[in-house]
């Protein structure tokens, strides 16, 4: 019997070092756009309550 290996290729093309300032960079633009997000959703929020608001008092 002949024995083979498999290789998958997945070691040859993975980065032997991760940078730390690459990761913190994502994270920090994550966080950023999250609270960005959540700013444009409270003040569409408060446009739809006011907007409301100004069709019923007319």
């Known amino acids: ?3 083979t290996s ?3 290729g997945l070691n ?3 980065p032997k070092k991760v940078n730390i300032d ?3 960079k ?3 633009q994550q966080e950023k756009r999250e609270k ?3 700013k444009v959703i409270i ?3 408060f446009l739809f309550v ?6 019923i008092s007319a």
């Open 50 to 55: 006011c907007t409301i608001g100004f069709i």
């Open 26 to 28: 994502r994270v920090y």
């Open 6 to 8: 498999i290789q998958t």
């Open 1 to 3: 019997m002949e024995r």
């Open 12 to 14: 040859d093309k993975a």
């Open 22 to 24: 690459v990761l913190k």
């Open 43 to 45: 003040f569409g929020l």
């Open 36 to 38: 960005f997000q959540g």
